[in-house]
C-alpha cells in the first residue's frame, strides 16, 4: 500500500472556479502535511504545511486535514491560469525528517 | 527571499562516469535533503544528513551515492559510477523544522 495517495488527473477547471485537490495517506504516524506547487521542471514550491486537523488559509488557498479518515485536502478559490501546475501533497512524521510524496495532480486552469 | 541553489541545471554524463551535484542550502537551516524525480514519476527521498552525518536513508541510496557538506554552505551529492537508471532530476532541500524548502534541481542525463 503506498503511503501517500493522490488523484494524478489531469484536473481542468474554468478560471474562477473553486479547485478541489486530495490525498489520503495511511501511515498513523503521521504528524504534519504539506502542500507544493510544481511547474514543470521546476522544483517544488511550499504552499502550505499545517500540522494538526482542521483548516488552514492562506489568500485563496485552504489546507483541510482529517487525521481521523486520514485525509488531506487544499481548496484554491477563484482558480487562474497562473495556478496551473502539478500541486504534491506530502506528510512527514518528525521534525527534520524525510517526507513522503504523493503522486502529484496535474491542474490546468483555462480562461 | 532566500533560496536554495543547485548547480548544475542540466549535465549529461556517460555511464560508469561519476557526477556531483551541488547545492547551497538557505543559512540558518539545519536539515538537508536530497529527493529524486524521474520524468513523470513521484518525488522520492533519497538521503536527509542533520550535524554534519546522514540521519536517515532510502533503500535507493546504495553504496553509488554519498553526501557531503565539505564546508559550511554546500552541501553535495555524489554519484560514483552513474548508471543509466539515475537520469532524473535532483532535487536538495533544507529545513530549518518541518517545512522544506527546494531547490530548482540539477537534471541529470546519462548515456
Known amino acids: 500500500q503506498k503511503e501517500v495517495e493522490q488523484d494524478p488527473g489531469p484536473l481542468s477547471v474554468p478560471e474562477g472556479a473553486i479547485v478541489s485537490l486530495n490525498c489520503t495517506y495511511s501511515n498513523s504516524a503521521f504528524q504534519y502535511f504539506m502542500w507544493y506547487r510544481q511547474y514543470s521542471r521546476k522544483g517544488p514550491e511550499l504552499l502550505m504545511y499545517?500540522?494538526?486537523?482542521g483548516n488552514k488559509e492562506d489568500g485563496r488557498f485552504t489546507a483541510q486535514v482529517d487525521k481521523s479518515s486520514k485525509y488531506i485536502s487544499l481548496f484554491i478559490r477563484d482558480s487562474q491560469p497562473s495556478d496551473s501546475a502539478t500541486y504534491l501533497c506530502?506528510?512527514?512524521?518528525?521534525?527534520?525528517?524525510?517526507?513522503?510524496f504523493g503522486q502529484g495532480t496535474e491542474l490546468s486552469v483555462k480562461p | 527571499e532566500p533560496e536554495v541553489t543547485q548547480t548544475p541545471s542540466h549535465q549529461v554524463t556517460q555511464m560508469g562516469q561519476e557526477v556531483i551535484l551541488r547545492c547551497v542550502p538557505i543559512s540558518n537551516h539545519l536539515y538537508f535533503y536530497w529527493y529524486r524525480q524521474i520524468l513523470g514519476q513521484k518525488v522520492e527521498f533519497l538521503v536527509s544528513f542533520y550535524n554534519n552525518e546522514i540521519s536517515e536513508k532510502s533503500e535507493i541510496f546504495d553504496d553509488q551515492f554519498s553526501v557531503e557538506r565539505p564546508d559550511g554552505s554546500n552541501f553535495t551529492l555524489k554519484i560514483r559510477s552513474t548508471k543509466l537508471e539515475d537520469s532524473a532530476m535532483y532535487f536538495c532541500?533544507?529545513?530549518?523544522?518541518?517545512?522544506?524548502?527546494f531547490g530548482e534541481g540539477s537534471r541529470l542525463t546519462v548515456l
Open positions: 532541500a533544507s529545513s530549518y523544522a518541518n517545512e522544506l524548502f
Open positions: 499545517t500540522y494538526s486537523s
Open positions: 506530502a506528510s512527514g512524521e518528525v521534525e527534520g525528517g524525510k517526507l513522503i
